[in-house]
């Protein structure tokens, strides 16, 4: 009983999660057409690395024992690569319709699977190989690339979705011999302190009637992720990622009520492809771990 009580409560924080991710991007699409993307990441991140620095300290062992690690080069560009990518995110965000970026990300996933063969060595079957083949069709249907609506800024969240594919992979290889909390850790402080670097050469004043759309995502970025590391406290990554999907249909409500966008057919199809293809993905794969290497059944991989 007590385990079901915790295994839900793993399922409402995931929930809130992926509502609270959906909600924070359409504050960056809004933002990101006023300002630049890269001072809205800087102020993002700097509450992002505040809220970690605090979660961090009331750890055992400090901040000294959470920024221990034994990749520190690769920590540090796994968070300078998150923050591009994020930036990156928001200026699609702000030259494409909110449904089809939040579509077109969903692909990273399955490049993920094409990128831990070189980088991992893991093994991919071909079921998985016919599932990311399928998925990059649904992504070009999305983009449309023959047709006379094409827009060239739809290749944005495709590169986003490389990133972040390769942020993933990263992070997959330290989480062999780092904890999830010191990865979390240089993700933000490592992100934060990348950004501040450019982000004051795109200082601009920020409209009153706009600081509380700033405040609101700030506290989003904070939110969310503190939601989703209460989430994996209880649930495998198996049982959490399929649960993101639902990010498309928050998102596809706030494109349609709030900024006019229109799914077209072409949009809805791709993205049941790409959705479909990336759950068989993660169906398949522990169960690809657990074939080509029984430690993974035990948790010894990652």
């Not at 920024?67 to 702000?94: C, D, M, N, S, W």
């Not at 495709?158 to 330290?174: D, H, I, K, N």
């Not at 970025?221 to 939601?227: E, R």
Request: a positive charge; glycine letters at 6%.
């Amino acid at each position: 009983m007590f385990k079901d009580k915790n295994k839900a409560r793993g399922y409402a924080f995931t929930l809130l999660a992926v509502v609270i991710f959906a909600v924070q991007d359409s504050f960056s699409k809004y933002l990101g057409e006023r300002y630049p993307p890269i001072y809205i990441t800087m102020i993002r991140y700097w509450v992002f690395a505040a809220f970690v620095i605090l979660l961090s300290s009331r750890r055992p062992g400090g901040l000294r024992a959470v920024a221990t690690t034994k990749h520190p080069v690769l920590q540090v560009l796994r968070g300078v690569l998150l923050v591009a990518e994020i930036a990156v995110f928001v200026y699609g965000l702000a030259h494409t319709g909110l449904a089809t970026t939040q579509a077109i990300f969903q692909a990273s996933p399955l490049i993920v699977t094409v990128l831990s063969i070189p980088f991992l060595g893991e093994h991919v079957g071909w079921r998985r190989w016919l599932a990311v083949v399928a998925g990059l069709f649904g992504v070009l249907l999305i983009i449309n690339p023959t047709g006379s609506e094409f827009n060239a800024y739809l290749l944005l969240p495709l590169t986003c979705a490389f990133m972040f594919a390769t942020y993933s992979v990263a992070t997959r290889a330290v989480s062999r011999q780092d904890r999830a909390f010191t990865s979390l850790f240089y993700t933000a402080v490592g992100g934060a302190a990348s950004i501040s670097i450019l982000g004051p050469f795109y200082w601009a004043p920020i409209a009153q009637a706009d600081w509380p759309f700033v405040a609101a995502l700030a506290i989003c970025g904070a939110f969310s992720h503190y939601c989703l590391i209460r989430a994996y406290d209880t649930l495998q990554a198996s049982e959490v990622q399929p649960l993101t999907y639902l990010q498309l249909v928050v998102g596809a409500v706030i494109a349609v009520l709030f900024f006019g966008e229109t799914l077209s057919w072409n949009m809805l199809l791709g993205t049941a492809i790409v959705v479909a293809a990336g759950l068989f993905t993660m169906w398949r794969e522990p169960r690809a771990h657990s074939k080509n290497n029984p430690a993974s059944a035990s948790g010894i991989m990652p």
